[in-house]
């Protein structure tokens, strides 16, 4: 069994930086990535940054520049840094994993419960 859990949300004026967290543990043999996906209220959700174990990442266009993400391979974790956080950027955060549990099962895609960001003055 695979755990993903998420922190860091909260409230933040327009301007300002959090910083999440997701640690996967369980049985996990290989993480070959994480991402950050985020949904806001009535929207799809989107994908805004990924970073595979070998550290290569990319990220939205929205986010690009504002957003830093980072990984701890012997921790299992993956952060997201947030600079200059606008409205637009409220929503509930999602951590995804992409783990495979032993030597011979495919890579299955594993999810957080979600942290909720909110920007606002």
């Known amino acids: 069994q695979v755990h993903v859990v998420e922190s860091g949300g909260g409230l933040v004026q327009p301007g300002g930086s959090l910083r999440l967290s997701c640690v996967a543990s369980?049985?996990?043999?290989?993480?070959?990535?994480l991402a950050w996906y985020r949904q806001a209220p009535g929207k799809q959700r989107e994908l805004i940054a990924g970073?595979?174990?070998?550290?290569?990442?990319n990220y939205a266009h929205s986010v690009k520049g504002r957003f830093t993400i980072s990984g701890d391979n012997a921790k299992n974790a993956v952060y997201l840094q947030m600079n200059s956080l606008k409205p637009e950027d409220t929503a509930v955060y999602y951590c995804?994993?992409?783990?495979?549990?032993?030597?011979?099962?495919?890579?299955?895609?594993?999810w957080g419960q979600g942290t909720q960001v909110t920007v606002s003055s």
């Open positions: 995804n994993a992409d783990i495979r549990v032993s030597p011979g099962s495919p890579y299955n895609d594993y």
């Open positions: 369980g049985s996990i043999f290989r993480i070959y990535a």
């Open positions: 970073i595979t174990a070998d550290g290569n990442s």
